[in-house]
């Protein structure tokens, strides 16, 4: 029977993403549904002040629904979204980015909605909390600072996370463009951006979801390496797989890799789909 993908969004952004990405593998066959994860989509706050012009002082306190939602929120609404995929057939999850944290928290607590687990460049925290991996030798060439000038509001008297990706200023945009998607042109880059939203869940868990070998390592797992990855660089990919695998030595992650920045695998996707479709027949 044919595995249904099941497709998780990363940090900021939305089932939209993957829309090139779906019409590619329904055309290679395979069929595929792509979810928001609480406060996003169309569950997501654009404030009047996140429009032109902008007034950058309201956008800074304007409030976000998204203020409330924690890891926990992300991973039952994914483990309910599976329960209805589970009726049709096997599942493969994949999740971009920050989406490995609500994959992993997932399978932590419902391992049997999951037949495969996909991890593309995204966090799969074993021996750290996913926050306290920035400060290992393994991020030391991303600059996080330098994506300051983009953000908005003070993220703790907001209660999340805002980003204003609608910016003109020529440093911020660079410097998102080199940490996110600096093989793609500028126009593929701008076009992107405005996919996003503005608003993201500040809760990325604690040690409580780091993953767990009787539960999360029960799972068939693969890791998709993105070679060109600015914002978590092949050393950190690498790391996570290890930590995996030593996790679980008798399940270890079956390992692929694109040649892609941290979002190109989503606009050049005739690779990503062909990636994907070969898991299918694992």
């Given at each position: 029977m044919q595995p249904t993908f099941v497709l998780v969004h990363g940090a900021f952004a939305n089932s939209f993403s993957f829309a090139p990405l779906q019409a590619e593998l329904g055309l290679l066959g395979h069929r595929s549904?792509?979810?928001?994860?609480?406060?996003?989509g169309f569950a997501a706050t654009y404030p009047p002040a996140y429009q032109a012009p902008q007034d950058l002082a309201a956008l800074a306190t304007a409030p976000g629904a998204i203020k409330d939602v924690t890891l926990a929120d992300n991973a039952a609404y994914l483990n309910g979204v599976l329960e209805r995929a589970?009726?049709?057939?096997?599942?493969?999850?994949v999740g971009h980015s920050r989406a490995g944290i609500t994959l992993t928290a997932a399978a932590n607590a419902r391992p049997d909605l999951f037949d495969r687990l996909v991890y593309v460049s995204a966090w799969c925290p074993v021996a750290l909390d996913v926050n306290d991996y920035y400060a290992e030798p393994e991020m030391a060439s991303v600059d996080v600072a330098a994506l300051a000038p983009a953000m908005a509001g003070n993220p703790a008297e907001l209660g999340h996370l805002r980003t204003n990706f609608r910016t003109a200023d020529p440093a911020a945009l660079a410097a998102v463009k080199e940490a996110f998607l600096g093989d793609a042109t500028d126009e593929e880059f701008l076009t992107f951006l405005n996919t996003f939203q503005p608003d993201e869940n500040l809760d990325a868990g604690t040690s409580a979801d780091r993953a767990r070998a009787d539960t999360w390592g029960t799972v068939p797992r693969t890791f998709v390496r993105l070679d060109g990855d600015a914002s978590m660089p092949l050393a950190m990919q690498d790391r996570l797989i290890r930590e995996g695998d030593e996790l679980t030595p008798d399940n270890p992650y079956d390992v692929r890799t694109l040649k892609s920045s941290h979002l190109?695998?989503?606009i050049d996707v005739e690779p990503s789909a062909r990636v994907l479709g070969e898991l299918a027949a694992l």
């Amino acid at each position: 029977m044919q595995p249904t993908f099941v497709l998780v969004h990363g940090a900021f952004a939305n089932s939209f993403s993957f829309a090139p990405l779906q019409a590619e593998l329904g055309l290679l066959g395979h069929r595929s549904v792509a979810v928001d994860l609480p406060g996003h989509g169309f569950a997501a706050t654009y404030p009047p002040a996140y429009q032109a012009p902008q007034d950058l002082a309201a956008l800074a306190t304007a409030p976000g629904a998204i203020k409330d939602v924690t890891l926990a929120d992300n991973a039952a609404y994914l483990n309910g979204v599976l329960e209805r995929a589970k009726r049709n057939g096997p599942v493969i999850v994949v999740g971009h980015s920050r989406a490995g944290i609500t994959l992993t928290a997932a399978a932590n607590a419902r391992p049997d909605l999951f037949d495969r687990l996909v991890y593309v460049s995204a966090w799969c925290p074993v021996a750290l909390d996913v926050n306290d991996y920035y400060a290992e030798p393994e991020m030391a060439s991303v600059d996080v600072a330098a994506l300051a000038p983009a953000m908005a509001g003070n993220p703790a008297e907001l209660g999340h996370l805002r980003t204003n990706f609608r910016t003109a200023d020529p440093a911020a945009l660079a410097a998102v463009k080199e940490a996110f998607l600096g093989d793609a042109t500028d126009e593929e880059f701008l076009t992107f951006l405005n996919t996003f939203q503005p608003d993201e869940n500040l809760d990325a868990g604690t040690s409580a979801d780091r993953a767990r070998a009787d539960t999360w390592g029960t799972v068939p797992r693969t890791f998709v390496r993105l070679d060109g990855d600015a914002s978590m660089p092949l050393a950190m990919q690498d790391r996570l797989i290890r930590e995996g695998d030593e996790l679980t030595p008798d399940n270890p992650y079956d390992v692929r890799t694109l040649k892609s920045s941290h979002l190109k695998w989503l606009i050049d996707v005739e690779p990503s789909a062909r990636v994907l479709g070969e898991l299918a027949a694992l």
